[in-house]
């Protein structure tokens, strides 16, 4: 058959493609459209980038499969969460290479008084230095009474602050286990 090159881009668009040169492409294109999110495990999380929130649904392959190290194939929108209802915006559409990016952290980093290089600690040693931190600002910075004498009880060198990911739950016992420690500097990106 011959054809020029309008003809042959013409017949290769139309749908559904069959019997160019003679072959049947219809099972080749049909496997090419699936290959994407074929056999991946869908969670649905948060986009962290700010206080809209939206839902997304992340598609991975390799979580239940032998042989093949979990990778994140696809985000998108989640058409069933009530705020976004499936769009995003061009951050939240770059969200798998903010995943997937080879200079991000997943490990605590540690960087000593007076060193300049940060080095790699245990997620238990980090918790552990957390806590003991916690615990010295509280004890130094603690006020039992005001100027005027009356009982306040507030820690006065500790803030804390929640970020656009956070469920309603989570917000809540963040509020109630900082107000345990005197805590009275609060905040949430929501309201940022
Ligand atoms: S997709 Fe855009 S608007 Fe939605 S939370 Fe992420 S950054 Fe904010």
């Keep these: ?23 049947d492409l219809t099972p080749a294109f ?17 986009c962290p980038y700010c206080s809209v929130s939206c839902g997304v649904i992340i598609h991975t392959r390799g979580r239940d499969e032998k042989n093949l190290a979990p990778y994140v194939v696809h985000v998108e929108g989640d058409p069933d969460h009530p705020i976004n209802r499936g769009t995003l ?37 980090a918790i552990e230095k957390i806590a003991r931190k916690i615990k010295e600002t509280r004890d130094a910075t603690f006020v039992e009474k005001d100027a005027q004498g009356r009982t306040v009880n507030r820690c006065e060198g500790l803030a804390t602050i929640g970020g656009c990911t956070d469920t309603n739950e989570m917000n809540y016992l ?11 500097y609060l905040e949430q990106q929501s309201r940022i």
């Design 1 to 23: 058959m011959a054809l020029n090159r309008r003809e042959f881009l013409k017949l290769s668009s139309a749908a559904p493609l069959v019997s160019i040169l003679g072959l």
């Design 30 to 46: 049909a496997q090419a459209g699936e290959l994407k999110i074929s056999r991946t495990i869908q969670s649905r999380s948060t």
């Design 89 to 125: 915006c061009p951050k939240g559409a770059t969200l798998k290479h903010y995943i997937l990016n080879e200079t991000r952290l997943t490990k605590p980093l540690y960087r000593a008084p007076g060193a300049s290089e940060w080095t790699d600690i245990s997620w238990k040693d």
């Design 174 to 184: 963040l509020v109630k286990s900082m107000r345990s420690l005197g805590v009275v």
